[in-house]
């Protein structure tokens, strides 16, 4: 018997994430909602993902939309209510999928009750809440640390009081303090409140900054300049880590998920937050969002990550797009490639998320200056997901953000039932992981191939069904290359079956091409 059949859920799932801004409008307000992600369900149910997780919808002022939240255990008005929520939770768990949320532990919004309570006065019983200093001796912010967004320091005078308050991000986005007993309770009965509603998982937004501790050194010089977002912050996350791991477990280990967004560019600092096992359950990889569309460099990619994962006894997670960077299909400049990284994505070892629209191969939105609204400058990889196939893609004038290109021939309408269409292809791929437990949980090899190709091996001890030996290869160029491939049973590729133009069975890949053949 296969030793890995007793995973956790998420090891074996493919999870989607929503941006619920985006997604789906139900009342016609321009803006995406619970009742609109309701209504399209189906469409991630006949896509075949296991699990899907939604950017916040909380109330906030949005002005990081979403990401500044004003209350915990609520949702906004402009996504709808609780019920509609309960209703979602029901509706995924009735149709076999999981539900993720996001929390934002790291800070709140400046209109959060605790926040406009902690600036009142210096005396304010909930001061520490958050993380205030004085001045540094000479004037000016208390330490070298720089916000996310727009090259601006990471503190904010509060003239009232004449301290600064933290804030990695915005300003209106201050740092809760996890030094203080009651932010880790009250944040850990946020967790609870949401996993009493039924939710199956967190994931954890800028995880690996919330425990700072008290000393807030400057920043060293090769560091200075960067965002303190990406430091690592010491011991105390860690212990937090472990705190929120043990809330999420509760007495039902493998329940509920905690992922953690760590995105940092030192692979050691995002492997350390898994901790002995005992940290996250996962943690995002965002150095292969970097990567160029290259073979050799994405094999050194895979290579370091698997080796980091192997050695930190933890199980690894891809991801090519989500909406905080250029989509794929933008930064690899092609559908083709777009088609080829779906494959590679689908058929590695570990987690894959997808985010909403790549199902579609959408590119980002072209933005005009006066249509601009994140001070982050993502707007383009977050425009609305086109439903019809007309050029509003469904959501009418009132659209939040511009559409993407070619938004009728990307719509959902237009590309489902044709073969050669993204959503097609992506249909494929995730019916294909399903039914191949190799490629859920196989082991990984990877091989020798031409320049320009990838190629490896994925094999698992008598699979329940499927084949016990799977390769795939990718042909990361757009010249074809001959010896490419093993001959065997062609399971998926880019290209469909029925108009394969190359020979399938021999050992050549097209242009662009992935193939994934069954072996034994
Ligand atoms: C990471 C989120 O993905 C991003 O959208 C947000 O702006 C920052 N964290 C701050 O919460």
Same mark, same amino acid.
């Given at each position: 018997?296969?030793?890995?059949?007793d995973?956790?859920?998420?090891h074996?799932?493919?999870?989607?994430?929503?941006?619920?801004?985006?997604?789906?409008?139900?009342?016609?307000?321009?803006?995406g909602?619970?009742?609109?992600?309701?209504?399209?369900?189906?469409?991630?149910?006949?896509l075949?993902?296991?699990?899907?997780w939604?950017?916040?919808?909380?109330?906030?002022?949005?002005?990081?939309f979403?990401?500044?939240?004003?209350?915990?255990?609520?949702?906004?008005p402009?996504?709808?209510?609780?019920?509609d929520?309960?209703?979602?939770?029901?509706?995924?768990?009735?149709?076999?999928?999981?539900?993720?949320?996001?929390?934002?532990?790291?800070?709140t919004?400046?209109?959060?009750?605790?926040?406009?309570?902690?600036?009142?006065?210096?005396d304010?019983?909930?001061?520490?809440?958050?993380?205030?200093?004085?001045?540094?001796?000479g004037?000016?912010?208390?330490?070298?640390?720089?916000?996310?967004?727009?090259?601006?320091?990471?503190?904010?005078?509060?003239e009232?009081?004449?301290?600064?308050?933290?804030h990695?991000?915005?300003?209106?986005?201050?740092?809760?303090?996890?030094?203080?007993?009651?932010?880790?309770?009250?944040?850990?009965?946020?967790?609870?409140?949401?996993?009493?509603?039924?939710?199956?998982?967190?994931r954890?937004?800028?995880?690996?900054?919330?425990?700072?501790?008290?000393?807030?050194?400057?920043?060293p010089?090769?560091?200075?300049?960067?965002?303190a977002?990406?430091?690592?912050?010491?011991?105390?996350?860690?212990?937090?880590?472990?705190?929120l791991?043990?809330?999420v477990d509760g007495?039902?280990?493998?329940?509920?998920?905690?992922?953690?967004?760590?995105?940092?560019?030192?692979?050691?600092?995002?492997?350390?937050y898994?901790g002995l096992?005992?940290e996250?359950?996962?943690?995002?990889?965002?150095?292969?969002?970097?990567?160029?569309?290259?073979? $050799? @460099?994405?094999?050194? %990619?895979?290579? !370091?990550?698997?080796? #980091?994962? +192997?050695?930190?006894? /933890?199980?690894?997670? =891809?991801?090519?797009?989500?909406?905080?960077l250029?989509?794929?299909?933008?930064?690899?400049?092609?559908?083709?490639?777009?088609?080829?990284?779906?494959?590679?994505?689908?058929?590695?070892?570990?987690?894959?998320?997808?985010?909403?629209?790549?199902?579609?191969g959408?590119?980002? $939105? @072209?933005?005009p200056? %006066?249509?601009? !609204?994140?001070?982050? #400058?993502? +707007?383009?990889?977050? /425009?609305?997901?086109? =439903?019809?196939?007309?050029?509003?893609?469904?959501?009418?004038?009132?659209?939040?953000?511009?559409?993407?290109?070619?938004?009728?021939a990307?719509?959902?309408?237009?590309?489902?039932?044709?073969?050669?269409?993204?959503?097609?292809?992506?249909?494929?791929?995730?019916?294909?992981?399903?039914?191949?437990?190799?490629l859920?949980r196989?082991?990984i090899?990877?091989? +020798?191939?031409?320049?320009?190709?990838?190629? =490896?091996?994925?094999?698992?001890?008598?699979?329940?069904?499927g084949?016990?030996?799977?390769?795939?290869?990718v042909n990361?160029?757009?010249?074809?290359?001959?010896?490419?491939?093993?001959a065997?049973?062609?399971?998926?590729?880019?290209?469909?079956?029925?108009?394969?133009?190359?020979?399938?069975?021999?050992?050549?890949?097209?242009?662009?091409?992935?193939?994934?053949v069954?072996?034994?």
């Open positions: 018997m296969d030793p890995s059949d995973v956790p859920w998420w074996t799932a493919v999870i989607y994430q929503i941006y619920p801004r985006s997604f789906a409008d139900g009342d016609g307000d321009g803006i909602d619970l009742p609109g992600l309701l209504e399209h369900l189906p469409h991630l149910v006949d075949g993902i296991d699990a899907l939604l950017s916040p919808v909380y109330p906030s002022p949005m002005a990081d979403g990401y500044d939240v004003a209350d915990h255990c609520a949702i906004d402009v996504f709808g209510t609780l019920a929520f309960d209703a979602l939770v029901a509706a995924a768990h009735g149709a076999g999928l999981k539900v993720v949320l996001d929390y934002v532990p790291n800070h919004s400046d209109r959060h009750p605790w926040f406009v309570e902690a600036r009142r006065s210096v304010s019983p909930r001061r520490d809440h958050y993380v205030w200093r004085d001045p540094a001796p004037g000016g912010p208390p330490n070298n640390w720089r916000a996310a967004f727009g090259d601006e320091p990471a503190w904010t005078l509060d009232a009081s004449g301290q600064y308050y933290l990695l991000f915005l300003p209106e986005q201050p740092d809760l303090n996890w030094d203080e007993p009651r932010v880790v309770e009250e944040m850990s009965d946020v967790l609870r409140f949401w996993m009493a509603r039924g939710v199956d998982g967190f954890a937004d800028v995880v690996h900054c919330i425990g700072k501790g008290p000393e807030l050194p400057d920043a010089d090769e560091l200075a300049g960067l965002p977002c990406i430091f690592d912050h010491g011991p105390g996350t860690h212990e937090c880590l472990r705190h791991r043990r809330v007495d039902e280990p493998g329940a509920h998920l905690l992922l953690g967004e760590t995105a940092v560019f030192d692979r050691d600092q995002q492997l350390s898994l096992g005992d996250l359950h996962l943690a995002f990889n965002f150095l292969i969002l970097h990567a160029q569309w290259d073979a $050799a @460099v994405w094999r050194h %990619e895979l290579e !370091l990550a698997y080796a #980091g994962h +192997d050695r930190v006894g /933890a199980w690894p997670t =891809w991801v090519l797009s989500n909406h905080d250029p989509r794929h299909v933008t930064r690899y400049g092609s559908e083709a490639r777009a088609r080829a990284a779906a494959v590679t994505l689908l058929t590695l070892r570990g987690t894959p998320f997808l985010y909403q629209g790549e199902e579609l959408l590119a980002d $939105a @072209v933005v200056p %006066e249509r601009v !609204l994140d001070p982050g #400058g993502r +707007d383009g990889c977050r /425009a609305p997901i086109p =439903w019809t196939a007309t050029d509003d893609g469904g959501w009418g004038p009132r659209a939040w953000l511009p559409m993407p290109p070619d938004a009728a990307h719509s959902v309408a237009a590309e489902a039932g044709v073969p050669t269409s993204m959503l097609e292809h992506y249909r494929r791929l995730l019916a294909l992981r399903r039914a191949t437990p190799a859920q196989g082991a090899e990877l091989l +020798d191939a031409p320049t320009g190709v990838l190629r =490896w091996r994925r094999s698992l001890e008598h699979p329940a069904t084949p016990a030996v799977v390769e795939v290869a990361f160029t757009g010249d074809a290359v001959a010896d490419a491939v093993s065997g049973t062609v399971l998926g590729g880019t290209v469909p079956g029925g108009s394969a133009t190359l020979d399938r069975a021999g050992r050549t890949l097209g242009p662009d091409e992935a193939r994934v069954a072996l034994h």
